[in-house]
C-alpha cells in the first residue's frame, strides 16, 4: 500500500543522546515536511525539502537537521536531544509544494 | 505574526449538523485546508479552498471568505465516527502551511 512510513514509532531517549527519526515515502511525491505536535498548540513545521537535494527551514528548526539525498527518503536528526524536543513528530509529503499534504502515522518520542 | 483561531471544542448530536469555524492573519494566502485528525492518529486531508465560496464533498463541506479571512467546515448527518479534531491550515505566501491549534468535536448519542 503507497505511504508514508515513520520509525520508530516511539522512543524514550536520554537528553544528550543523538536520534535520528526515519521518514520514506513510495508516492513519488516531490515536498516532503517534518513537523512536531504539542498539545494545545498547531502543528509547527521544522524543516521541509521541496525537491531531492534541496532542504529548508521551518517555523522550530532549531536542535533539529534534515537531508534529502533521493525522492523517497527525509530523516530528522536531533544532534543532541533535549527535553523540551519530547513531542510527536509526523512526516508528511506532497506531489508539489501547493498540493495537499498527507502524514505518516508519527513517532511518539520522549526525552528524559 | 501569523494566527490561525478555532474553537478548542464543541460538542453536537448524532444526526445534526455542525459548523466549526476558522478565522486567519497571515502574511499571504494560497489557500486554505481542512484536516481530520483521530487521537492518536495522523491528520488526514478533507479539503482545499482557494476560491471565495463553497465546496461541497459527500457530507462535508468547506467555505472561504478571503476578505474576511474567514472559513468554516460543515458536518451534516454527524455520525459517531466523526468524532475527531478538525484542523484548519492556511498556506502563506511562502508556500509554507501555518496551523490552527485544532477544534475537538465530540459527538454525543
Known amino acids: 500500500i503507497a505511504g508514508i512510513t515513520q520509525a520508530p514509532t516511539s522512543q524514550i531517549l536520554a537528553a544528550g543522546r543523538r536520534m535520528t527519526l526515519r521518514c520514506t515515502q513510495d508516492?513519488?511525491?516531490?515536498?516532503m515536511y517534518w513537523y512536531r505536535q504539542d498539545l494545545g498548540l498547531g502543528l509547527r513545521l521544522i524543516h521541509y525539502?521541496?525537491?531531492?537535494?534541496?532542504?529548508g527551514k521551518g517555523e522550530v528548526p532549531d536542535g533539529y537537521s534534515v537531508s534529502r539525498a533521493n525522492t523517497d527518503d527525509f530523516p530528522l536528526t536531533l544532534a543532541s536531544a533535549v527535553p523540551s524536543q519530547t513531542s510527536v513528530y509526523f512526516c508528511?509529503?506532497?506531489?508539489?509544494?501547493?498540493?495537499?499534504?498527507?502524514f505518516g502515522d508519527g513517532t511518539r518520542l520522549s526525552i528524559l | 505574526g501569523q494566527n490561525i483561531d478555532q474553537p478548542t471544542e464543541m460538542t453536537a448530536t448524532e444526526g445534526a449538523i455542525v459548523q466549526i469555524n476558522c478565522t486567519y492573519q497571515?502574511?499571504?494566502?494560497?489557500?486554505l485546508f481542512w484536516y481530520q485528525q483521530h487521537a492518536g492518529e495522523a491528520p488526514t486531508f478533507l479539503s482545499y479552498?482557494?476560491l471565495d465560496g463553497l465546496e461541497e464533498k459527500g457530507r462535508f463541506s468547506s467555505f472561504l471568505s478571503r476578505s474576511k479571512g474567514y472559513s468554516y467546515l460543515l458536518l451534516k448527518e454527524l455520525q459517531m465516527k466523526d468524532s475527531a479534531s478538525y484542523l484548519c491550515?492556511?498556506?502563506?505566501?511562502?508556500?509554507?502551511?501555518?496551523w490552527g491549534a485544532g477544534t475537538k468535536l465530540i459527538i454525543k448519542p
Open positions: 508528511a509529503s506532497s506531489r508539489a509544494e501547493n498540493q495537499p499534504q498527507h
Open positions: 525539502s521541496n525537491t531531492a537535494g534541496t532542504t
Open positions: 508516492m513519488r511525491h516531490n515536498a
Open positions: 479552498n482557494v
Open positions: 497571515t502574511s499571504g494566502f494560497n489557500g
Open positions: 491550515a492556511v498556506r502563506d505566501s511562502n508556500y509554507q502551511l501555518i
